[in-house]
């Protein structure tokens, strides 16, 4: 029977012409994604024989087998594990399944590509094999499977692959690898033997590699099938006896990441709960951390064996950038999702491994940390609403920019509290729609007097978080924007600097607001005098101390909610020479179109935008004009 003809995905074929046309700096890792591939073949064998043990029962001795031909120019890679019919190989082996890979590879450029971390996350997995070779052959049987019923697949990398029925003696794969000419190292013993052993010793199937022994005496050389792992699942050892390197290969084993990971946690808990759980935390975050559909999680082993990928139910939503496995003998072999949910030892289990990795985090040093605040800290937000149990520990890991903290955010809230000055009982905080926005906020103007620092915000989560924080140590958080900030009773050397006695008596103060408040009439709810102010002329705050920010109307609005037109109270700073000079305009007309400069200025600052920009032009441009 003829070979049928087939075109890859478009993905598929865009990855090809990526990794075609991309230098590698470790084209080795090819090696690592075809032998985790047959170990996880080998997995999945183990676990479906679970219950129908009948399909190892011809070959029931597990193996990985690599040989080099070196006359060939050929790289096999051979495993008995659950093998591929026909239609699995034109299906995996032609498509790539991760949702939002397209995506990913539309952004990556060419230039990109050439930088192996950034494809590398990616996972290019079985299609790393081109990086190497011209030409992939694949022979498979599934297990189960009639002799005649294997697969033959083949494609040299352009756009298309053949596949055809064939024979093979028995279940399993071979990956056969064509080496590209300038690519024949690898089938060299020593380099073979060096990065086979690096890939393949944390692997728990024993992993064999042919071998030839140099010839005696008028003898022809002989070749044998030389083990060089020692095929014990790494989880299983005692963390003292593994090394950084082993965990470091591991984690890329289990992440087909090709960078090294920013920490891990080992731990093997013996007692009520039973369990081995291995975690990482990757260096960097993943393109798809915030793709809903991907799914996320551990890997999950009970007794040694593997029973899932991505299994959710062991950690929190919020920490979905973890990577690792949990093997546990308190989970019944036959376990499912379904199941998963419903059951009491995943809580408990989840529980218990949400507690190591914001443990784990906790422990980071300095220089650490900062890489998994920057790449992480946004998830970890989420955290504090998703997760109010865990709720100080998660509080621990946030860091902040600040008034007294210039650049990085780096503030934590320990910090925060270690420098207040006396007599401050409350965190104050500014969310804004930007860093700039933020800084320059007039909010912090009587703040800053006064010596006390304010936590600044500006990220589309901030508003959901703050408003899910009440206190942190027994203090309140405030935002800056509130209408009372309980000031009085702060003792800092700026406070006192700032003490002095006030301008304008106690009837010029009420006489000022009584022409305010008769020139915006119904646009505002109240007029005050500012104790908050310094430099600008006036601000808004909230009827009410829960007035949304601009952020949240955007995101109501966004979801097609209608929202109550809002009104403010205006707080004037009677010093600042605007209101001065607004103050001294006798002509009643005039001072209306004062007020309302001054109220659309406050409101500009506050919502980054004004209902009537023209409008307040218009009257901005008379007063200018005299
Ligand atoms: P991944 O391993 O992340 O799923 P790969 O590109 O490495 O992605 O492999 C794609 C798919 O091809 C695998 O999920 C598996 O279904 C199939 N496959 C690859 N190698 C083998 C093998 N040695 N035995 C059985 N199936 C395999
Ligand atoms: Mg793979």
Redesign the pocket.
């Known amino acids: 029977m003829a070979a049928e003809v087939h075109a890859f995905q478009t993905k598929v074929s865009k990855l090809l012409k990526l990794l075609a046309n991309s230098l590698y700096s470790n084209k080795e890792v090819f090696l690592r ?1 075809l032998v985790s ?2 170990s ?2 080998i997995d999945k064998l183990r676990f479906a024989a679970i219950s129908r043990p009948e399909l190892v029962k011809d070959d029931p001795v597990f193996s990985i087998r690599i040989r080099a031909d070196r006359e060939a120019g050929t790289l096999t890679i051979s ?1 008995n ?4 019919t026909q239609a699995e190989a034109n299906q ?2 032609g498509t790539i399944a991760q949702s939002g890979t397209e995506d990913f590879l539309e952004h990556l450029s060419a230039e990109q590509a050439k930088d192996a971390q950034q494809i590398g996350q990616f ?1 290019v ?3 790393s094999a081109f990086i190497v070779a011209d030409r992939v052959t694949v022979v ?1 049987r599934a297990a189960g499977a009639a002799e005649n019923e294997a697969v033959k697949w083949e494609s040299d990398g352009s756009g298309t692959f053949t596949s055809e029925l064939t024979t093979r003696t028995c279940r399993g ?1 071979d ?1 056969i690898l064509h080496m590209k000419k300038d690519e024949a190292d690898f089938l060299d013993p020593w380099t073979l033997r060096g990065t086979i052993t690096k890939y393949s010793d944390h692997i728990s199937t024993p992993v064999y590699l042919w071998e030839t022994k140099p010839a005696e005496e008028g003898k022809e050389p002989t070749h044998e099938w030389v083990q060089v792992n020692d095929a014990k699942a790494l989880w299983t050892l005692p963390p003292k006896d593994v090394t950084e390197e082993q965990y470091k290969e591991f984690y890329k084993h289990l992440t ?1 990441d090709w960078e090294d990971p920013l920490c891990w946690a080992h731990n093997r808990v013996e007692g009520d709960l039973e369990y081995t759980s291995l975690l990482y935390c990757p260096s960097q975050a993943p393109y798809d951390l915030y793709n809903r559909d991907v799914q996320k999680g551990l890997k999950l082993f009970v007794e040694r064996v593997f029973i899932m990928d991505r299994a959710e139910a062991f950690l929190p939503n919020y920490l979905r950038f973890i990577k690792g496995l949990v093997d546990t003998n308190d989970l019944p072999l036959n376990v499912s999702r379904e199941l998963l949910q419903e059951s009491r030892v995943a809580s408990k289990l989840k529980k218990a491994l949400t507690k190591r990795a914001l443990d784990m985090f906790a422990k980071l040093d300095a220089e650490k940390f900062k890489v998994f605040w920057t790449q992480f800290g946004r998830v970890i937000k989420e955290g504090v609403v998703e997760d109010p149990d865990n709720r100080d520990a998660v509080l621990k890991l946030l860091r902040f920019a600040s008034t007294k903290s210039e650049g990085a955010v780096t503030v934590s809230l320990s910090d925060y509290l270690a420098r207040m000055p006396e007599g401050q009982k409350n965190i104050y905080y500014l969310i804004a729609n930007s860093r700039e926005a933020a800084e320059g906020s007039p909010y912090l103007e009587g703040l800053k007097k006064k010596g006390v620092e304010v936590l600044l915000l500006w990220e589309r989560i901030d508003e959901w978080m703050m408003g899910a924080l009440t206190e942190f140590d027994g203090h309140k958080f405030v935002s800056a924007t509130a209408g009372d900030l309980e000031l009085d009773g702060v003792k800092s050397p700026e406070s006192e600097a700032a003490e002095k006695p006030s301008e304008t008596s106690k009837e010029d103060d009420d006489r000022a607001v009584a022409r305010f408040k008769a020139a915006l009439g119904d646009q505002v709810v109240d007029v005050k005098v500012s104790k908050r102010l310094v430099d600008s002329a006036a601000c808004v705050v909230g009827a009410h101390d829960q007035m949304l920010t601009e952020q949240m109307r955007r995101m109501l609005e966004a979801a097609g909610q209608k929202l109550p037109e809002e009104k403010y109270t205006l707080e004037l700073n009677l010093e600042s020479p605007l209101v001065k000079k607004a103050l001294a305009e006798a002509n009643p007309e005039k001072f209306n179109e004062w007020a309302g400069v001054i109220l659309d200025q406050a409101l500009l600052s506050e919502q980054g935008s004004i209902k009537d920009p023209a409008g307040f032009l218009k009257r901005l441009n008379a007063l200018l004009l005299g």
Do not use: P, Q, R
């Open positions: 994604e591939n047959a996880d073949a495993d594990g659950i093998g591929m995996h082996l996972g997995g079985f299609y498979s794969t990956v087909h």
